[in-house]
Nanobody
């Protein structure tokens, strides 16, 4: 059973940076990818970034964001720079077999962490 726990959310001002962490456990070959998604009130959950534990390959939706992994800590980091009010959302960590942008490709999800960007 894959478990994911997000942390690092909070309230920041526009233009500032935030670093989210997702600590994973129980990963297997069927959960090689860890992705970040976000969901704003009244909107669908959307892809942010994903990384492969095996290859280190990444897929990012916005150049302001970078994703990396820390093998020793079993964690995936989402670095978000130049934040905008429209980045306000609950950010979720998810695990799946391959790096992909669709929520349906991920079978395990964390509970999320709130990111609020004020103008």
């Amino acid at each position: 059973q894959v478990q994911l726990v997000e942390s690092g959310g909070g309230l920041v001002q526009a233009g500032e940076s935030l670093r989210l962490s997702c600590v994973t456990s129980g990963r297997t070959s069927s959960s090689d990818a860890t992705g970040w998604f976000r969901q704003a009130p009244g909107k669908e959950r959307e892809f942010v970034a994903a990384i492969s534990w095996r290859s280190g390959g990444t897929y990012v939706s916005d150049s302001r964001f970078t994703i990396s992994r820390d093998n020793a800590k079993n964690s995936v980091i989402l670095q978000m720079n130049s934040l905008k009010p429209e980045d306000t959302a609950v950010y979720y960590c998810a695990a799946g077999p391959v790096v992909a942008g669709q929520t349906s490709r991920y079978g395990w999800w964390g509970r999320g962490t709130q990111v609020t960007v004020s103008s």
